[in-house]
C-alpha cells in the first residue's frame, strides 16, 4: 500500500524558514511528480510545487524565487524562505504518475499545517 508521510509544518513569524519533507513508502511504481499542493480556509486546492521523474523543477507563481524543491519522485522536500501570512495553509504532499497531465494526483499525503503570523 502506497502512503506519503509529510513532516515539517509548524508556526513561524513573517520571514521566517520551514522545510516539509515527503517520503513515499509502500510497493509503488515510478511517479511522474512528487509535489506540494495547499488549501487555505475557505479557499481551493492550489498547486505549489513539483519535482518531475526528468529532474525539472515546478513552481507556483505566488511561491516562486522564495520556496525551492529538492529532492526526487521518491523522497521530496520543499524549503519554504520568507514565509507571508498569505502562505498559512495546510499542505499536502501529492504523487503523479501521467507524464501527460501533472495534475492527475494519485497520492496525497495527510497534510500538514503551516501558520505564518505577523
Known amino acids: 500500500q502506497v502512503q506519503l508521510v509529510e513532516s515539517g509544518g509548524g508556526s513561524v513569524q513573517t520571514g521566517g524558514s520551514l522545510r516539509l519533507s515527503c517520503t513515499a513508502s509502500g510497493s509503488i511504481s515510478s511517479f511522474s511528480t512528487l509535489g506540494w499542493y495547499r488549501q487555505a480556509p475557505g479557499k481551493q486546492r492550489e498547486f505549489v510545487a513539483r519535482?518531475?521523474?526528468?529532474?525539472t523543477k515546478n513552481y507556483a507563481d505566488s511561491v516562486k524565487g522564495r520556496f525551492t524543491i529538492s529532492g526526487d519522485i521518491k523522497s521530496a522536500y520543499l524549503q519554504m524562505n520568507s514565509l507571508k501570512p498569505e502562505d498559512t495553509a495546510v499542505y499536502y504532499c501529492?504523487?503523479?504518475?501521467?507524464?501527460?497531465?501533472?495534475?492527475?494526483?494519485?497520492?496525497w499525503g495527510q497534510g500538514t499545517q503551516v501558520t505564518v503570523s505577523l
Open positions: 501529492a504523487a503523479t504518475y501521467s507524464k501527460y497531465n501533472f495534475s492527475e494526483v494519485a497520492y
Open positions: 519535482v518531475t521523474y526528468a529532474d
